[in-house]
């Protein structure tokens, strides 16, 4: 047993002995902590986890944009940057630990974030307390822009330059309007949603908007566990629905119902979102048990053209990571390579990452636009807080400024359509303007 | 019920409280945000080990407690703009009651089952959140932005400190009662305390009482130190792991034990974060954590007393330690 | 209808081979191995790797994963269980913290992102609204057997009706010249084998990655909880009652509710009847 008493036991001698051995361990510990850092380099953190292919991801884009600045001859002045790393494991709680090393212990200027939703919004308090500018380039949660909209002066600081969900619905919406139901001829829709808050903001967003939109109608929605094991029951119940199309809402265990969906052969188109999807190793991964599945990514996304300087940056990353996963990087490699130097490039203007409020105005006024063959491609600028965007009706303060009104020519659009066909390849479907193949139903489905 | 308490304890106490009140000035901020840490798991680990370590009666679902702890608090004061006055012991309140749910079936089961049941409770509660209400409780993200006690790494030092070390010094002094003597009893043999005429289920209710009531405390202020909460940071199986290998790696069924297992896994995995930053830290640390608890089920306390006793080349009842076990 | 018990079938099929491993240690060893679905994880991992990545056939995959199971379990059994010598909540706390350390391990080796593994017999077949992978049917029929097989060992060789004698009584076991340690070695050995084999088909199911441990060790609990120290044939009837009632809530009820109802039942059958629906019963 573990128990024992803890009455009578020991001398008064031990007792003695043993809380000042506590108080000196616990003081010893204490007083080896690292010294705060001096005025030498500028210092940039990264926030995410380091064994997974999206940190890793906005890690090496972050450290690529780092040793370009340093190679140019540093910034502020002949300043050379230095990159410290603090894991979250994506973990909460070390997310929130990893936050204040980086503030207090390593005392960084910047923060670049390559964090999941939940690890984010468990760091954000912190972000508020020690105002460091901190650009995420991971999660698109449109809760933490919603806290710029009610509180802006607490998390002016913040930046995001991935398209926040809510965005992403109105491209669906075109999609379905455009694809499903003009060229497909789909009229109905069996909605599966993961039970996640991402699965339940998503959904609420779509469904709104496909019946009176796309014309789209939703006849049920099915809500699932993302444990679950066997996803037959699931599927036997969309089939049944008598829906022309499935759509997938998925970010956690979503390898588990794509390889289902493709190994059961159901016989139903599905579409959606699948954040497994979304990276070069989905292929890999699922042992190629991922043809036939399609899903909204933000961009670039696999199977995207790239404009010439995005690609330079795509060809420096594969000769120095392309041994080791992920091989390619992830969309949040691209925003975390354009964040930094933007970051770097606002505080030239604004003499430094502090004073912060003149940061933050050099940040907002950040706008740079890729373009391809002359057309305007990609585009990495911010909403400001005040300006309305059209189509929503709404502020997106500190997001990254998306378009959503083709043809796109005001800025790149928030989101596009991939599809993993069944042999290997992924191509950009959707938009007409980025689209590098057709979307296609699975080989094994009768139309 | 008169507490075996002596001048030297009061002494040794006082000690240690100003030589932890020193501590800010000799230290950086970013250290006293481990300590902060640590001064929380410390709590979690003496919540813990005082149900376990005392009755044996092992909880897997303490992080169940801690849990509604920090909710009730962050619903009460971030949906609804409860004063954290109010909320706060009102938090308290709720995780008694669920600490009465977590009591029936310790009325009726012990061991391996009681644990196990205790663990599907932490496993619940982690389905239920984001299944009941998540408008109300976030759902699977959490919330964000719960109100702060107090800001900056010096003032949540002290607060955190207080709390620990008069959470501490009231479970001490518990245990040196004849109740804290009477529990620990249960530990041993439930069957011969009941008797000896003496009503183990009203000593095990006050056990989990006093457990529950120091997970809710902790996990309510926790909460709002954080400043945000999510189902996955809180009903988590490596939540759960912490807090008891903090417990078991410091000692058992001693109030210093957790205290310094606490203060000893936040550190280590802390000051691990430099030299391995990536995913090996925590293979480390479970490692570490692993190897000493297989070197000594006892844990640190028992290791120093070993060594105590070795100095002082007299033999203390530890070093007998096997036959307990 | 005729949907729900086919997949009801398939899917119990899966839960006894889960759970069956688990049950065994907790029958002869009278311990919750909570480092079980490690081994689940690692046979999964391992079948992966040789088959996956290193390109080898199926069979040098079950092999190799069968091979690392019984390693671990010869090395958990040694290193873990043997020295706390029968001390239970010791041995289960030990348990839970190797499993957190094999999950840092396969994230260092594998990272953390999730894999899926080729079926073990590809192909599809519909049957009344219901898809039937020939995977799961090879799964439920590999389940069937193995437990046909550790049923006849158990009952007529010589080891099998020592670990009996171990399971009913230790004591007694070794006056009458069974040696403890030998069958229970051998028990932990099994459990390792079993582990794995399981992890390699309920990685076929739905995907690896590092977590995978828990959802699996979730079932095995609930089903030596649910059905009380477990006897062969009443973890095959708790499998199923627990593999239906996930497929009956998931088609008629909600299918978000699918964990929520193990979690009750788990709690319910716990405090209302202690010992399990079938108490203490032989091997």
């Known amino acids: 047993m573990i128990t024992s008493s803890g009455n009578g036991r020991g001398t008064e001698m031990g007792w003695t002995i043993r809380t000042v051995a506590a108080a000196a361990a616990i003081s010893a510990l204490a007083a080896t902590a690292a010294l705060a850092a001096d005025d030498g380099p500028v210092k940039v953190g990264f926030i995410g986890s380091l064994a997974s292919d999206t940190g890793r991801s906005t890690l090496r884009g972050a450290q690529i944009a780092i040793d370009e600045l340093n190679e140019g001859g540093g910034v502020l002045g002949g300043r050379q940057i230095e990159l410290v790393t603090a894991d979250t494991g994506e973990d909460v709680t070390e997310g929130i630990k990893a936050y204040e090393y980086l503030a207090e212990t390593e005392n960084v200027d910047f923060i670049v974030s390559g964090s999941i939703d939940d690890v984010s919004l468990g760091w954000l308090p912190r972000m508020v307390e020690y105002k460091i500018p901190t650009l995420d380039t991971w999660t698109s949660y449109i809760g933490i822009i919603d806290k710029l909209v009610e509180d802006y002066d607490a998390h002016k600081m913040y930046f995001m330059n991935i398209a926040s969900d809510e965005a992403l619905a109105t491209l669906y919406v075109d999609f379905g309007k455009d694809v499903l139901k003009d060229k497909m001829g789909w009229k109905s829709v069996v909605i599966l949603q993961e039970d996640t808050a991402f699965g339940n903001a998503i959904n609420g967003l779509v469904s709104g908007l496909l019946a009176p939109e796309a014309g789209i109608e939703v006849v049920d929605t099915i809500v699932y566990d993302t444990q679950t094991v066997d996803f037959s029951p699931i599927f036997s119940k969309a089939v049944d629905s008598g829906a022309d199309f499935i759509y997938l809402i998925s970010s956690v265990n979503g390898q588990v119902v794509a390889s289902q969906y493709v190994k059961f052969q159901v016989p139903m188109p599905m579409t959606g979102i699948s954040v497994a999807a979304l990276g070069q190793e989905y292929w890999e991964d699922t042992g190629g048990a991922g043809g036939g599945i399609s899903t909204l990514s933000p961009i670039p996304s696999v199977g995207f053209a790239l404009d010439p300087k995005s690609q330079e940056f795509a060809d420096k990353y594969i000769a120095r990571f392309g041994d080791e996963r992920p091989k390619f990087p992830h969309f949040n490699g691209f925003n975390a390579y354009w964040g930094t130097l933007q970051a770097f490039a606002a505080a030239e203007e604004a003499g430094g990452f502090e004073p912060l409020d003149a940061w933050v105005a050099a940040m907002q006024d950040q706008d740079m636009i890729l373009e391809k063959d002359g057309e305007l491609w990609l585009r990495y600028g911010f909403w400001k807080p005040d300006e309305v965007e059209p189509r929503t009706g709404r502020t997106y303060p500190h997001n990254l400024r998306f378009d959503i009104t083709p043809p796109y020519e005001d800025g790149a659009p928030s989101m596009v359509v991939i599809q993993w066909y069944e042999d290997g390849t992924a191509k950009v479907v959707y938009p007409p303007k980025y689209a590098t193949g057709e979307f296609q139903v699975p080989s094994w489905i009768k139309q | ?325 | 209808m005729s949907q729900v018990v086919i997949q009801g079938l398939l899917l119990s099929g899966l839960y006894s081979l889960i759970a069956i491993g688990f049950t065994l240690i907790f029958s002869v060893g009278r311990v919750l191995n909570l480092a079980y679905g490690a081994y689940i994880m690692l046979g999964a991992y391992c079948y992966f790797y040789i088959t996956q990545t290193v390109g080898m056939s199926k069979p040098a995959g079950f092999a190799l994963a069968i091979a690392v199971g019984a390693a671990a379990g010869i090395l958990k059994y040694l290193f873990i269980v043997k020295p706390l010598k029968g001390n239970h909540v010791a041995v289960e706390i030990s348990t839970l913290i190797l499993a957190v350390v094999v999950q840092a391990g396969i994230v260092l080796l594998f990272n953390d992102s999730a894999k899926v593994l080729h079926p073990i017999v590809p192909g599809v077949i519909w049957v009344g609204g219901a898809a039937v992978t020939y995977n799961v049917v090879a799964a439920t029929l590999a389940s069937w057997l193995i437990l046909a097989a550790l049923y006849v060992f158990v009952r007529r060789t010589h080891t099998g009706r020592a670990m009996q004698a171990v399971s009913m009584d230790v004591k007694g076991a070794s006056i009458s010249g069974i040696d403890p340690d030998r069958v229970n070695l051998i028990t932990w050995i099994i459990s390792g084998m079993l582990g794995a084999t399981a992890g390699v088909f309920f990685a076929s199911y739905t995907q690896l990655n590092p977590s995978m441990w828990v959802a699996p060790l979730i079932i095995a609990v609930a089903v030596v909880i649910v059905g009380g120290i477990g006897s062969i044939v009443g973890t095959l009837i708790v499998a199923h009652i627990i593999g239906f009632m996930e497929v009956i809530s998931t088609t008629f009820i909600a299918p978000e509710l699918r964990g929520v109802f193990t979690m009750l039942l788990i709690i319910v059958v716990l405090v209302m009847m202690p010992r399990g629906l079938f108490g203490r019963e032989e091997l």
Not at chain 2, 80 to 89: D, K, N, R
């Open chain 2, 1 to 325: 019920m008169a507490a075996d308490i002596r001048l030297r304890h009061v002494l040794l106490w006082g000690l240690f409280i100003a030589g932890m009140c020193l501590l800010p000035f000799v230290t950086t901020p970013g250290t006293l945000r481990t300590v902060i840490f640590a001064n929380y798991l410390a709590i979690f680990a003496m919540s813990w080990d005082f149900l376990t370590g005392r009755t044996g009666y092992v909880s897997f679902g303490h992080p169940f407690l801690i849990g509604i702890g920090a909710y009730s608090t962050a619903i009460l004061s971030y949906r609804f703009g409860v004063p954290v006055a109010i909320s706060i012991p009102a938090a308290v309140l709720i995780t008694m009651l669920a600490g009465t749910l977590f009591f029936l079936p310790a009325l009726r089961i012990r061991g391996s089952y009681f644990a196990l049941v205790t663990l599907a409770f932490m496993e619940l509660m982690y389905q239920l959140v984001q299944v009941i209400r998540p408008d109300i409780t976030g759902g699977t993200r959490g919330i964000s932005g719960v109100q702060t006690l107090t800001s900056g790494a010096f003032n949540n030092f002290y607060l955190s400190f207080a709390l620990m070390v008069v959470i501490a010094i009231v479970l001490w002094t518990l245990t040196r009662t004849r109740l804290g003597t009477a529990l620990s009893a249960i530990g041993m043999n439930e069957e011969s305390v009941r008797g000896s005429g003496l009503n183990t289920t009203k000593l095990k209710l006050f056990s989990f009482m006093v457990s529950a009531c120091v997970a809710g405390i902790g996990g309510a202020f926790y909460v709002h130190y954080l400043g945000s909460i999510a189902p996955r940071a809180l009903f988590d199986i490596n939540f759960l792991f912490t807090i008891i290998v903090a417990a078991l790696i410091g000692g058992a069924s001693t109030i210093i034990g957790p205290m310094a297992g606490a203060f000893f896994l936040t550190f280590l995995l802390e000051y691990l974060r430099p030299v391995l930053p990536g995913s090996e830290r925590y293979f480390i640390y479970g490692a570490i954590a692993l190897v000493l608890y297989m070197y000594q089920p006892k844990g640190l306390y028992a290791i120093v007393e070993d060594l105590a006793g070795r100095v002082r080349r007299k033999p203390t009842q530890d070093t007998v330690r096997d036959r307990a076990a």
